[in-house]
């Protein structure tokens, strides 16, 4: 089946900095989400993007969906940006079945 | 205003015991999911239903049964807990699945079985 893998696992960042979250995955995609678990456990959507690249406030996302990955950019952290970042890709044709990668777990210190 | 919801948000009960969780949304989808996450954070879809219907079954042991008495309500019945069935369960829904559509996910549902 498909495999996800995101990358770095772990990323420590004192507040105001920039980072990039990567997710590879293994075959074609027509679509791709990247969620935010909060530290009280809360799934949030981010973006919903099969190509191209979107922008919300400081955080943007980019798929590359013909090399097969997906860039997540945060701007400018901030400590309620700490959480685990999760990609998820749905199955071709299983009933939009979500395989998650492990996630990035983000940690920013003030 | 909540768009998908789930009740309880904390169940802790005893080995043995059975137990049911609810998830209702009221975003008119038609798809609905249940997903588990591990200890490690890892999540895994269980179940899914379109329109009451079930149409993704994974390799969930059959303890776990799902029921869909709409299209805006799934829940989940777990018999005879085990250890290992303590996990963090979310319900998700979308509209349907004839297309890909993005998954809206509820706040999920702490199960601890001791």
């Known amino acids: 089946g498909i495999q996800v893998e995101q990358s770095p696992p772990d990323l420590i960042l004192q507040e105001g900095a920039n980072s990039t979250l990567r997710c590879n995955f293994s075959?074609?995609?027509?679509?791709l989400q990247w969620f935010h678990q909060n530290p009280w456990g809360q799934l949030i959507n981010l973006f919903y993007?099969?190509?191209g690249t979107k922008q919300n406030g400081r955080l943007s996302a980019t798929t590359v969906a013909t090399e097969r990955y997906s860039l997540l950019y945060i701007s400018s952290s901030q400590t309620t940006d700490s959480g685990v970042y999760f990609c998820?890709?749905?199955?071709?044709?299983?009933?939009?079945?979500?395989?998650f990668g492990a996630g990035t777990r983000l940690a920013v210190h003030p | 205003d909540t768009a998908v919801s789930q009740t309880p948000k904390y169940l802790v009960t005893q080995m043995g015991n059975d137990k049911s969780i609810k998830c209702e949304q009221n975003?008119?989808?038609?798809?609905m999911y249940w997903y588990k996450q591990d200890s490690k954070k890892f999540l895994k879809i269980m179940f899914s239903?379109?329109?009451?219907?079930?149409?993704i079954n994974e390799t969930v042991p059959n303890r776990f049964s799902p029921k869909s008495p709409d299209k805006a309500h799934l829940n989940l019945h777990i018999n005879s807990l085990e250890l290992g069935d303590s996990a963090v369960y979310f319900c998700?829904?979308?509209?349907?699945?004839?297309?890909?559509?993005?998954?809206?996910f509820g706040p999920g549902t702490r199960l601890t079985v001791t």
């Open positions: 075959d074609s995609v027509n679509n």
């Open positions: 975003l008119g989808h038609d798809t």
């Open positions: 998820a890709v749905p199955i071709s044709g299983g009933y939009n079945k979500l395989i």
């Open positions: 998700a829904s979308s509209r349907p699945t004839s297309g890909l559509y993005e998954q809206y």
């Open positions: 239903y379109n329109n009451k219907e079930l149409i």
């Open positions: 993007i099969p190509s």
